[in-house]
């Protein structure tokens, strides 16, 4: 009484549920591919044992597409799933879209990368300056004493 929302009751007879079918081939392509794009979305934000969380989430992804290839689901009940190819489509680009940016990614690390080393050369250069500079202000203190 307090629940939000409806339940509706489906009464299943053994005949229903005998004429269900598989998730046909390009359902299951399209469900594999909404899959990659989500473990490569959580492989991005992932800083720590990426192999370990890969390596998981694909055995996931395995057994769910092995699942997928015995699922009986009713005839009609497809909704979005209809549509497999344009939705493919668009998951495809996203998924193009998605490896274009970690290859930008990929060469601003490595500019990145690059620049500190530059800065790191030029930090120990300008040490070593500094210590040339400091051994020749000794040396010229050691000589203005002697003056005195």
Known sequence: ???KGS????KLTSAKIRS???LSESSRQFLETVMDSVILSVLCQ???RKD???KHLNLLKDRVLRFF???KIPPGKLGNLKNVSSLQMAEKQMLETNEESLVQLQEEINEAERSAERIEETI???QYKIQVLKN??????KKARKVF
Request: aromatic residues 4%; glycine residues 4%; proline residues 0%.
């Open 136 to 141: 020749q202000l000794e040396e010229d203190e």
């Open 20 to 22: 269900w079918q598989t």
């Open 46 to 48: 992932q800083s720590e």
């Open 69 to 71: 290839k015995t699922l």
């Open 52 to 54: 370990d969380v890969q």
């Open 7 to 10: 339940s509706k009751k489906v």
């Open 124 to 126: 120990q250069q300008l």
């Open 1 to 3: 009484t307090g629940e």
